[in-house]
């Protein structure tokens, strides 16, 4: 014979159940169609595009433009038969990091110009303005050609050395015009690198044929750059001062602008990369720098880099080739 519950005793049992029940029911209610939980994704799949925005017939067409406007194919020269090599997209720093300003200056002996951290498109409306703001009467103004013509100056803008950059010139027969790029530089300066783009300027842009091109010649490494040397040397003296300024492993020892030359003291990434057990068994027991000249040589419209030891010690065409790579990173 079976003993018989107390009353108490049933109750305790019953409610011991209870939360298990509870959190049973719980689970099971996240379990729905296709799974335990809803899949939000099959609903993006039944989604159905809205209509497109139709504006009224009566509005005023003035008012309204692109954003981004896209040139017709018709002003991209010939038609393009075979897919393009697409390049990969620029760093935001130069060379081994460094970052440029917004607005900086170039000098080869008398002649000056600023270096803009913008495309040309965005830099256009601000030469504009500019003039408008001082007042310099302008006479011609020519966005194809980058150029515009006022009473006291000529202001020119064309793509700079590196991609996503433009130059500026304010000059008068020629010459550069100091008090005029003075202010320019100060109007630019104050203005963000975020300024508008639009405008009707085409921006300028190298051929795919014209990129910086490392060759071999023989033994030795050169750099092929397809511009002037005069630009080429206000770039590379402006970087090489901020970057080659590191005792013991790069730095800027002297420069020649009559000969287009730079000395530096440099730490080759072979040197760089010796282990202890290489240096022990080796002459020298420390690692150690060597002093390279950088020549940059006029070649028509081109100018050839070349890294040639000026030191006793051995500079291999792996050491050449390195060097090259980091100094022409300035240009891209």
């Known amino acids: 014979m079976s003993p018989v519950l107390k009353k108490p005793v049933l109750e305790k049992r019953v409610l011991k159940w209870i939360p298990l029940a509870l959190a049973t029911a719980v689970a099971l209610a996240g379990c729905a169609r296709d799974g335990y939980y809803h899949d939000r994704n099959l609903d993006y799949t039944e989604a159905a595009p809205a209509p497109p925005l139709v504006l009224p017939e009566t509005r005023n067409t003035q008012r309204y433009r692109d954003v981004m406007p896209v040139p017709q194919a018709a002003t991209q020269g010939t038609r393009i038969e075979s897919a393009a090599d697409i390049a990969p997209p620029q760093s935001l720093t130069v060379g081994s990091g460094l970052e440029p300003d917004y607005v900086e200056r170039r000098q080869v002996g008398n002649q000056s110009w600023l270096v803009i951290a913008a495309e040309t498109g965005a830099v256009w409306p601000q030469l504009e303005a500019f003039a408008r703001s001082r007042q310099l009467g302008v006479q011609q103004s020519n966005a194809n050609q980058g150029v515009i013509e006022t009473s006291q100056a000529t202001l020119r ?8 950059s433009s130059e500026v010139r304010c000059e008068q027969g020629g010459q550069t015009q100091a008090n005029c790029l003075d202010a320019l530089e100060q109007y630019l300066g104050a203005r963000s690198a975020s300024a508008s783009a639009s405008s009707s300027w085409t921006a300028q842009r190298l051929a795919s044929q014209q990129t910086l091109q490392i060759r071999q010649q023989d033994d030795e490494w050169q750099v092929v750059i397809p511009q002037p040397v005069d630009r080429v040397w206000a770039e590379l003296n402006h970087y090489l001062a901020l970057d080659f300024s590191v005792e013991g492993q790069r730095d800027l020892l002297d420069t020649s602008a009559e000969n287009y030359e730079f ?22 027991v ?47």
């Open 286 to 332: 420390r690692r150690m720098s060597q002093e390279i000249r950088l020549a940059l040589q006029p070649n028509g419209d081109q100018t050839i880099l070349r890294a040639i030891n000026a030191s006793e010690r051995r500079l291999s065409a792996d050491d050449q080739r390195e060097l090259l790579e980091r100094v022409s990173g300035y240009l891209r």
């Open 263 to 284: 000395l530096v003291e440099y730490m080759t990434e072979s040197e760089r990369g010796r282990n202890p057990l290489q240096i022990v068994f080796s002459p020298d």
């Open 157 to 164: 803008l064309q793509s700079a050395l590196r991609a996503g």
